[in-house]
């Protein structure tokens, strides 16, 4: 969470020099007049445009706070450090897997898996061990290009970064544009250890250009079809300087799979003396373009990555939010909690994704620990009964140029609310009780909802949802922020559905238990 926001309300503001972002405003900026929306100067992230919130000062809008999530978190990793940041800072406890833990009714906590998944979740005051669990789940990793174990070749003079695919991208957007990669890093220290690191690096490093029409005439129509093997890879420079020529031939075989500069480009951002520490790498290729409003309106927001790190963060604040002050847990029963996974865009199968039985250990650490050795036959079990998971992930907002390629009757809109998704054979985990239950939420607080359902003669994507419904056993809703451009490396969605989506969770948290009791399916 953004300590220095720039909220602005609907009419006017007064801007004063604590609440502005970090970075600075237009030269023409004056922060000790009032100023209308209409004239504020544009710009991205926190040095984006003045958000003009919806609803009251009670209700600030967390959109600008988002654009500065995503242009921290250019990978998993990022996303994942970032929240643990955020959540320390808001007085989370970080925990360890490998320790024992020492749980108690009120208190926050967090671990993290990876570095590229996080559980966080804050037991209320009026604990007892068969409340359940009110979670929010979503994933940090979305389509990417990652660099090769042996990355580096040569062809026609220049210096190529070979790559792999990373779930199933819109791989043409990803041509002519200003790449950079960031990941993570193993670095040997002086004394034989070695440390964990994350590395980015901001300015443009690779491109993958296309081949001029005058050599492609029929491109136009048949299409652009790239061999993803031998058209999508990175070119970086056309040839190393002598020093590194020079470097180049000292380095043993197993730094052979590296470029020399761009092994020095990562040494100098992690604050080595020499390439030789780097002795471990796990980067992705980034596009590099700042994460930003659009539209005449400023109703968008353009960035890569939506799908799916707008979820996790709006889950995340959300938990962070609701239990912010001393009293907001006080007459609190359950568990709150937001689970953020890896891994999902290539089927979670994997010890930090989904289908690793991260939450439902955790569920039954908390559980052991908050019982303190008075554990009754079947507490977990029963906690689970009266569990409830919101499968967060973004959903496909209708696309004005392809209406044919929706159902008829199930076509979301960008900005009007969160999409619950519904499919017969499971590919979502919706039932009409969890949708009933989500949507009486939004009722209440007057926060608009929609419905999707793919068309029969269409394939249906999948998400994090049914793989935990079925693994924990916990009732679940998928549901989604619409959006345009899905798995491209530049998506939009709209900006006021950022806000709602914030606002349903919150409300998740702070009413579900309220209007669950008040429904009884097996009894």
Known sequence: MALNRLQIFKSSAIVTPSSLPKYPLSASF???????????????????????????????????????????????????????????????H?????????????????????????????????YTSDSGFHAIAAHTDSPCLKLKPIYSSLKSGFHMMNVQT?????????????????GRAIVKTGDGSFLHKLVKVKRPLLRVPTLAIHLDRTVNT?????NLETHLVPLTATKLEEASTKSEEKTTSSKAAHHPLLMQVLSDELGCSSSDEIVGIELNVCDTQPSCLGGVNNEFIFSGRLDNLASSYCALRALVDSCNLPEDLSNEHAIRMVALFDNEEVGSGSVQG???????????????????????EGDFERAIRQSFLVSADMAHGVHPNFVDKYEEHH??????????????????????????????????????????????????GSTIGPILAAGVGIRTVDCGIAQLSMHSVREMCGKEDVDTAYKHFKAFYQTFSSIDKKLKVDY
């Open 166 to 182: 990373y779930g199933a991208g819109l791989w043409h957007t990803w041509f002519d544009r200003d790449l950079s990669v960031a």
């Open 94 to 126: 970080l925990l360890n897997e490998n320790d024992e833990w020492d749980l108690k009714p009120g208190g926050r906590y967090f671990f993290t898996r990876n570095m590229s998944s996080l559980v966080a979740f804050a037991v209320g005051e009026k």
């Open 411 to 460: 076509r979301p809109e960008l900005q009007k609310g969160l999409v619950i998704k519904h499919n017969a054979n499971q590919r979502y985990a919706t039932s009409a009780v969890t949708a009933f239950l989500f949507k009486e939420i939004a009722n209440i607080h007057s926060l608009p909802t929609q419905e999707f359902v793919v068309r029969n003669d269409m394939g249906c």
């Open 354 to 376: 989904a289908g690793a039985t991260t939450m439902f250990q955790a569920m039954r650490r908390i559980i052991d620990c908050l019982a303190h050795e008075f554990l009754r």
């Open 222 to 226: 048949d299409g652009f079809k790239p």
């Open 30 to 92: 004056n922060a000790r007049r009032l100023r209308k929306i209409s004239t504020l100067p544009l710009f991205c992230s926190k040095s984006g445009p003045a958000l003009e919130v919806s609803d009251t000062a009670e209700s600030p809008s967390i959109v600008n706070d988002l654009l500065d999530y995503l242009n921290e978190s250019w990978t998993h990793f990022h996303a994942t450090a970032e929240a643990k940041r955020q959540l320390i800072a808001a007085g989370f």
